[in-house]
């Protein structure tokens, strides 16, 4: 009986990867000479048909768990709050948007999924992955015997021998750089390298296994695309991504445009990767790189927060808020619609001043995102208060006399200054609390323009930070809103280079009494959103009589700055936790195990024989482990990971709450919110919680945090003192 060395040297000799899978479909090693596979405890024996019935039955088996667990929660989910807790809720509708948005969400992916593991079996049962490489392999004889192609196929191939083998580049190769490339690459020191560490490929066949990975990609994303263009929809429908800037009208253009950017782009990735993996220890190789890669990125977070769209530090002045603006029609064409629900930065020079005449022009607000069109939030002379777009978006006011180019841009809203009698001038402060007084009319709905002071937020966490002697790098504005309704904060990086990063989304909505049940925007029910969509979104004009602008996103409910300063808190735990350094140690964990796996498979004559090769294809073994086995192994693992991040939630809920009891409540308060903004389900079974989520659920959050307040502060407060502190 063959030992596994002897066994893998064997396969490896035997190995033409030019010829591919070609022929040696069903010619497997044979059952009565099975691979002993070392374990920590001496040797376990296991024939080809063995292994190929245990990695398919582990990956049918991870599959049905699922997929049940998913079918259960769809038929159970009820999305209700704890008891006591039901007041949290808007409305009841509220309630019912979260179980349909819950079950539909759930049945969209869980179809998807259903989808992708049929193919898989396809592939697995018809023997796809070696058949495709077999017919990759026999695609040049083809071409050349064709009588359509076989000509201008075979004048290219000349072409490119005559390129490769030609005068020049024989003068080239003759020179004294050639003859040393030469005898580094076949020399006798390279040559025993590849004797002991690997079987060398040549370019054509990277090429052939780049493509090969290329073409599987491309058709598990055209698997996926109509689930993700039912994705979009849902999200569409409940309002949680921004229809201004997510349209369905030309889903299938950028389908179209993502499959072409895969074939033309990706295949240098493949290629690379393969070229690595060639050699017995490339993956240990690859494994190095990445753990590198993610300790440098932890490291040197703030210098390369620019290259992962990080460009707006945290406003240190006031900035304002829109509430509750409905969307306001402009004449640019390609942006007919825009939003003034949205954050409007101090600016203290006037960009327009060398402009204009009047030089005596006070400081102005401007939106500083990505969504469609700038706009400025400006005090006149006159003491009105206007927004206005830029006049290179839509120039849509009147012309004048003068030369101030202001006048040019078109002007959405706009209301009178009520000054204090007696005084003439007012400051900033009092400037900016008289436009929070303000109410503004526009289609007929009542709305505010929110004030924030960025400063006092960012005194606060540096003062927590201080005190607990941790260092933070910078805190960011991530401009969220402009494609989704529900990103809250994250923090990343290690040590003293922390980063916090938090989205526009928690600044804007509703706020305390401005908050209504259910919002007009909501109420049209599903038939009228069909043709909304097609209207709107997609651009067609399907009942000229009944224009409306689009849904903008759902009606959520903005943070006070108790519950700004205890996510702020939450985040600022993490690092003083040192959870970003238990998250690293747990991904060079998982990392490897995954890469050891991957490089075994790649080079072992039992896993070819498992896939019907006669010997190792390394693009044939990746693509059966990116679809058989990984999914399985890695998705495992995510149960141990998972878990971990869900304690370090738990520890950093506890760290907010012990700096200061109103800091806990509003951390649950902040919680509660982002649950019912998001239609998240606040209590699902425990059992659904271990094998999907990372984060713990509202209701054992909510509770967890109670339990330290009365730890930490005495006896719980009643349910009546908690409504009244959080202004439920």
């Not at 004294?176 to 690997?198: K, M, P």
């Not at 109420?523 to 043709?531: F, Y």
């Not at 097609?534 to 009942?543: H, P, T």
């Amino acid at each position: 009986m063959s030992t596994a060395s002897d066994l893998e040297r064997a396969g490896l000799a035997a190995a033409d990867t030019n010829k591919g899978a070609y022929g040696s479909i069903d010619k497997k090693v044979p059952d009565e000479a099975p691979l002993k596979l070392p374990l920590l405890l001496g040797y376990w024996q296991v024939s080809p048909d063995q292994l190929f019935r245990i990695g398919l039955g582990a990956y049918i088996s991870w599959f049905v768990v699922y997929r049940v667990a998913d079918l259960v929660y769809i038929a159970t989910v009820d999305a209700r709050f704890p008891e006591g807790l039901g007041h949290l809720y808007p409305s009841e509708a509220q309630r019912m948007d979260s179980v349909n948005y819950t079950q539909q969400v759930l049945l969209c992916g869980m179809l998807q999924k259903t989808v992708a593991f049929c193919v898989v079996l396809a592939l697995v049962f018809f023997k796809g992955f070696a058949r495709v490489d077999e017919a990759m392999c026999a695609f040049p004889a083809w071409m050349e015997s064709s009588a359509t192609f076989g000509s201008k196929y075979r004048w290219c191939v000349n072409f490119m021998d005559h390129v490769w083998n030609g005068r020049l580049a024989t003068q080239l190769w003759n020179t004294w750089l050639g003859r040393v490339l030469s005898h580094v690459y076949h020399g006798r020191l390279a040559t025993q390298l590849c004797d002991r560490i690997g079987f060398p490929l040549s370019l054509s066949q990277l090429l052939r296994g780049a493509v090969y990975l290329s073409l599987f990609g491309c058709l598990f994303f055209a698997v996926g695309a109509p689930f993700i263009y039912w994705r979009q929809f849902i999200d569409l429908k409940f309002g949680f991504a921004n229809s201004l800037s997510v349209s369905l009208g030309n889903f299938q253009g950028r389908v179209f445009a993502s499959l072409f950017s895969m074939l033309l782009f990706s295949w240098p990735k493949k290629f690379m990767m393969l070229a690595v993996l060639q050699y017995r220890l490339g993956w240990l190789l690859m494994w190095f790189g990445l753990i590198a890669g993610v300790i440098f990125s932890q490291m040197n977070v703030k210098n390369i927060a620019p290259m992962m769209g990080l460009n707006a530090v945290f406003p240190e002045d006031h900035f304002a808020v829109g509430r509750g603006f409905p969307l306001v029609q402009t004449k640019n064409p390609y942006a007919p619609w825009i939003s003034l629900n949205r954050i409007y930065w101090e600016q203290k020079l006037n960009p327009y001043a060398a402009l204009s005449d009047n030089k005596d022009v006070p400081e102005k607000f401007f939106t500083n995102d990505k969504s469609k069109g700038q706009l400025f939030l400006t005090h006149e002379k006159s003491g009105e208060w206007s927004i206005a777009a830029s006049p290179w978006f839509d120039v849509g006011g009147k012309y004048t006399q003068t030369t101030d180019t202001r006048s040019r841009a078109a002007k959405y809203a706009s209301i009178p200054e009520k000054k204090k009698e007696g005084t003439s001038l007012l400051s900033t402060p009092e400037l900016l609390s008289s436009l929070a007084d303000q109410s503004w009319t526009l289609g007929g709905k009542q709305t505010r323009m929110g004030i924030r002071s960025g400063k006092e937020l960012r005194d606060k966490l540096w003062g927590f930070a201080d005190a607990r002697h941790i260092g933070i790098g910078q805190v960011y504005m991530v401009d969220g809103s402009y494609r989704d309704a529900r990103a809250n904060a994250f923090v990343t990086g290690s040590g003293n280079h922390s980063i916090i990063g938090l989205y526009d989304t928690l600044f804007l909505g509703q706020r305390g009494k401005e908050a209504s049940e259910y919002a007009e925007d909501d109420e049209a029910d599903d038939s009228n959103l069909v043709g909304h969509v097609a209207e709107v979104v997609q651009g067609e004009d399907v009942d000229e009589q009944k224009k409306r602008p689009p849904r903008n996103s759902a009606p959520t409910q903005a943070m006070n700055d108790d519950e700004i300063v205890a996510i702020l808190a939450h985040e600022l735990a993490h690092s003083a936790l040192k959870h970003m350094q238990m998250s690293i140690g747990a991904q060079v964990a998982t990392s490897f195990v995954t890469f050891a796996t991957m490089g075994w498979m790649v080079h072992s004559p039992l896993a070819a024989a498992a896939l019907s090769l006669g010997a190792p294809i390394i693009h044939v073994a990746l693509c059966a482990y990116d679809h058989v086995v990984g999914p399985p192994l890695e998705g495992s693992m995510k149960l141990g990971t998972d878990a971990l991040t869900r304690h370090n939630e738990y520890e950093a809920d506890a760290y907010a709450a012990l700096i200061a009891e109103k800091y806990g409540t509003g951390l649950q308060s902040a919680l509660a919110k982002l649950s019912v903004n998001s239609n998240q389900d606040p209590d699902p079974p425990a059992w659904y919680e271990a094998l999907h989520s990372d984060h713990p659920p509202f209701a054992r959050r909510w509770a967890h945090i109670e339990e330290v307040k009365k730890k930490a502060y005495g006896k719980a407060k009643s349910l009546q003192q908690q409504q009244q502190e959080l202004g439920l």
